[in-house]
């Protein structure tokens, strides 16, 4: 499959035909994700997939809002993460992989977090462990193409622009400080970056910003509350930017580039934080070589 190419082909899908994805289409999927690259190797995830989707479309009802589902969705997968330090973009990053493949198969996803309970998704995780939580859902099936489909979307749009707006670089990208923007959109890291920046956000907040120069890029997750998007002790801000993060290593990978993601000690965040500047308001996720 080619994830990097599927990235400006994703969309968050809202209305889906009424037909079932072969189960041997979502086994694919799941396959990706079954071996999917993660930033902590040593935290285990699962999928798990919700056959019948209109049980779960009832139970988000009055929940979802503008964000939501406008049809019935055919099915969902549903992720469960160990809750370790790092846990929530690392799922970020293995699920957009999911999200990526589904998208390169002609399916159509929208990411859900937080916008349901732990308790009512438990029946489909019967094996549930202690130290485990159910982290997020991902609607899946077959995009609805009709006129009327494109009519919703299109009064989405309408209705929040923020749903269609995109920060340009400048605001989320900080070249050799944190204050100083970035201005070199005319480079390979530059068509990376835009790659990166297409990432899906609760609320298209885009809480990620990234730090550049010529040895690395350093990833950093906006702590700050913003529209609900730290939930039952969930930090869906830092689930975003894994998403980013996954984002910006397939585009680099699809470039040539050999580097992956690396989670900085202790010692060593401080250090990227005194010699950059980075602000206490922003959580430092991860770092990425560029020698």
Not at 16 to 21: A, G, L, R, S, W
Not at 31 to 54: F, K, M, Q, S
Not at 79 to 95: D, H, I, T
Not at 249 to 260: D, F, N, P
Request: aromatic share 10%.
């Amino acid at each position: 499959m080619d994830l990097a190419s599927a990235i400006e082909r994703r969309r968050s899908v809202r209305r889906y035909e009424d037909k079932p994805v072969p189960k041997a289409v979502v086994h694919q999927v799941l396959l990706v994700g079954r071996e999917a690259e993660r930033l902590y190797p040593n935290i285990d995830v699962r999928w798990y997939t919700v056959w019948d989707g209109d049980v779960i479309t009832r139970q988000l009802e009055g929940r979802v809002g503008i964000y939501g589902m406008y049809s019935s969705t055919p099915h969902y997968l549903l992720a469960v993460s160990q809750e370790r330090p790092g846990y929530m973009e690392n799922l970020g990053f293995c699920m957009e992989q999911m999200v990526l493949a589904a998208t390169d198969l002609g399916l159509g996803t929208c990411w859900i977090g937080g916008m349901f309970t732990e308790e009512g998704l438990r029946p489909y995780v019967p094996d549930l462990g202690a130290g485990e939580r159910i982290v997020a859902l991902c609607a899946l099936g077959y995009p609805d193409t009709s006129q009327g489909a494109h009519i919703a979307q299109q009064l989405l749009n309408w209705g929040n622009n923020r749903l269609v707006r995109r920060k340009p670089l400048a605001e989320s990208v900080s070249q050799y400080i944190w204050t100083i923007p970035w201005a070199g959109e005319d480079s390979t890291l530059g068509e990376i970056l835009e790659l990166t920046q297409l990432a899906p956000s609760w609320g298209n907040i885009q809480p990620w910003h990234l730090v550049v120069d010529d040895r690395w890029v350093i990833a950093t997750a906006d702590h700050r509350p913003q529209q609900g998007n730290d939930r039952e002790g969930k930090a869906y801000y830092r689930l975003d930017v894994g998403i980013a993060m996954c984002h910006f290593w397939l585009a680099a990978r699809a470039k040539g580039w050999s580097g992956t993601w690396r989670i900085p000690e202790d010692a060593g965040r401080k250090m990227l934080r005194d010699r950059y500047a980075i602000p206490a308001t922003h959580d430092l996720l991860g770092v990425f070589p560029l020698e």
